[in-house]
């Protein structure tokens, strides 16, 4: 089983910055990938950013070039700079894993609680 805890939401005014974190503790082999993903009120969940182990990342559009995401693999915890807010961005924010299971080697897949990030002024 594998706890991932988020934190770094809050209040930030348009084109201010946050940083979220998302940290994993549990047993697993290894990490396969991680991401961030966010959900606005009466909106679907939809897809934010992702790293897998190579490195390689991916954005959505709404995001590129204002959003970054990271990772520190000795922490098992991944980052989302998130920079020139705008008050489309708000909405619950929530990281993913995609892990080997250490004892099956099978795909397990684990959501963080959610943080809130409200762009306002």
């Known amino acids: 089983q594998v706890q991932l805890v988020e934190s770094g939401g809050g209040l930030v005014q348009p084109g201010g910055s946050l940083r979220l974190s998302c940290a994993a503790s549990?047993?697993?082999?290894?990490?396969?990938?991680m991401g961030w993903y966010r959900q606005a009120p009466g909106k679907q969940r939809e897809l934010v950013a992702t790293?897998?182990?190579?490195?390689?990342?991916n954005y959505a559009d709404s995001v590129k070039g204002r959003f970054t995401i990271s990772r520190d693999n000795a922490k098992n915890t991944v980052y989302l700079q998130m920079n020139s807010l705008k008050p489309e961005d708000t909405a619950v924010y929530y990281c993913?894993?995609?892990?080997?299971?250490?004892?099956?080697?099978?795909?397990?897949?684990?959501w963080g609680q959610g943080t809130q990030v409200t762009v306002s002024s």
């Open positions: 993913n894993y995609d892990v080997y299971d250490s004892g099956t080697y099978a795909h397990k897949n684990y």
């Open positions: 549990g047993s697993f082999y290894r990490i396969n990938a």
């Open positions: 790293i897998v182990s190579g490195g390689s990342t």
